[in-house]
Nanobody, 125 residues
């Protein structure tokens, strides 16, 4: 599976941005797809994931209520709608995929097999 992340850019505090992760190859519906982010000088952290098949969603507490993840299996694309953006949300956002990922593992980076190239989101005050 190849992943292409897009949608990053400069946004003002309180603004919104939608990221896309387009997949090619593989059976997309079989993959849990997640977003991770890496802020300057920090480790990469889990943001959100959408499960294979039924599409159960998961969120890190810091983004819960502000971000919404969704998937369109026909378009083989996962979206991350980000609202009420804060300067702390500034980071490179990566999408990642893993097939038939166990529910307990959705936030663990090492279980994701495929990674996109990252897209930079900068929240300016």
């Amino acid at each position: 599976v190849q992943l292409q992340a897009s949608g990053g850019g400069l946004v003002q505090v309180g603004g919104s941005r939608r990221l896309s992760c387009a997949a090619s190859g593989g059976t997309f519906i079989n993959y849990t797809v997640a977003w991770f982010r890496q802020a300057p000088g920090k480790e990469r952290d889990f943001v959100s994931a959408v499960k294979y098949g039924v599409g159960t969603t998961y969120y890190d507490d810091f983004v819960k209520g502000r971000f919404t993840i969704s998937r369109d299996n026909d378009k083989k694309t996962v979206y991350l709608q980000m609202n009420s953006l804060q300067p702390e949300d500034t980071a490179v956002y990566y999408c990642a995929a893993a097939s038939f990922l166990h529910d307990d593992d959705y936030s663990t980076e090492r279980y994701y097999t495929f990674w996109g190239q990252g897209t930079l989101v900068t929240v300016s005050s």
